[in-house]
């Protein structure tokens, strides 16, 4: 069994509500400063990880810190990726497979979206899909679909679509699936993606029991479905306890970021992600945009959104996203 760390769950206060709107920004936010925020504690084991109360965009002097020559507060491959799925989806209005692709392939050359167009870092299976589609390939068939290429590179950059996407649970199911398949093809990844946007989807519709719900209703609509519903049951097993060990393995990393959102608010659970070590950028990504969604955008201090780069870069998308949602 997978080992955590001994974050304390805290209790919750009462406070009110977020609006969907901070909601929403919460959630861009929460994303891009968790991935920020991991990105010097990577590939580290979680014994070499600081103590939680010294985990900040510039790590205490004398770790040894991943990307040395990034600047503190930098997002990386996560946020930039998905960036380019927000530019796509308000630009095309729909989710147009081709058209990300081709941003993706412009972040991966050119540094479309990134921070000071500094691309610094690409997962295996998302270089090969690129690859791919550098040479004439179709979008949905780039990503490799081997079961040994269930990275969690699609999960990581997929909550803007639930975000931005107005339509039946159906639908966003199906376009998770297709966004996962550009870089990631199997159908394990295809349905992460699609738990997580239900998830995603229930947070911001407020929901008392947002992930019960999401599996719900995934199982509902995988009735019957001979590929991705067993490996919802017998690979994700979302009716598991959440906890993780922070890899870089799609399951993993799903189970790592719900385990780290039920630690606390926004700061705990970006912090309990990235003290589980490993692929602590993406683990934090992903856990932050629930968390900045759950809480809104004001349970993100202060002191990390003055400090993040590339708002020049974000912030328009931020604009035309919320403008979009409402």
């Excluded at 760390?5 to 901070?22: E, N």
């Excluded at 931005?164 to 093809?185: C, K, M, N, Y």
């Excluded at 997580?196 to 947070?203: D, Q, S």
């Excluded at 990393?253 to 602590?280: H, N």
Aim: aromatic share 6%; glycine share 10%; hydrophobic share 40%.
């Amino acid at each position: 069994m997978a080992t955590t760390p001994s974050t304390k769950v805290l209790p919750s206060r009462l406070v009110p509500a977020p609006s969907r709107r901070d909601r929403l920004a919460g959630g861009l936010w929460g994303l891009l400063i968790g991935d920020a925020l991991g990105v010097p504690y990577e590939f580290h084991a979680p014994s070499a990880i600081p103590p939680i109360d010294q985990i900040e965009f510039a790590p205490p002097p004398g770790f040894d810190r991943a990307h040395k020559r990034v600047p503190p507060g930098t997002y990386s491959d996560d946020g930039a990726q998905a960036l380019c799925l927000v530019d796509s989806l308000l630009a095309r209005g729909t989710l147009d497979p081709e058209d990300l692709g081709r941003r993706l392939v412009n972040w991966y050359q050119d540094g479309y979206l990134a921070v000071d167009g500094n691309v610094f870092d690409c997962g295996v299976q998302t270089a090969a899909a690129l690859r791919a589609l550098l040479g004439g390939g179709s979008a949905v068939q780039a990503g490799p679909s081997l079961e040994s290429a269930n990275g969690n590179g699609s999960l990581m950059r997929m909550l803007p679509l639930a975000l931005w996407h107005r339509g039946p649970d159906a639908e966003l199911v199906a376009f998770a699936h297709t966004q996962s398949r550009i870089t990631h093809g199997h159908v394990r990844s295809q349905a992460c993606c699609a738990l997580y946007c239900l998830w995603a989807r229930r947070i911001l519709d407020g929901h008392a029991e947002p992930w019960i719900d999401a599996v719900t209703t995934l199982r509902q609509l995988y009735a019957g479905e001979p590929h991705h519903l067993p490996e919802l049951e017998f690979h994700i097993r979302p009716d598991e306890p959440p906890e993780g060990q922070g890899s870089g393995y799609v399951v993993d990393c799903l189970r790592s970021a719900r385990w780290a959102v039920e630690r606390g608010p926004y700061e705990v659970a970006v912090k309990a992600a990235i003290a589980l070590g490993r692929d602590t950028d993406t683990t934090a990504c992903v856990a932050g945009g629930i968390a900045g969604l759950r809480d809104g955008v004001g349970a993100i201090p202060v002191r990390w959104r003055d400090a993040l780069g590339g708002q020049d870069l974000f912030l328009p998308l931020l604009d035309r996203l919320l403008a979009h949602a409402a």
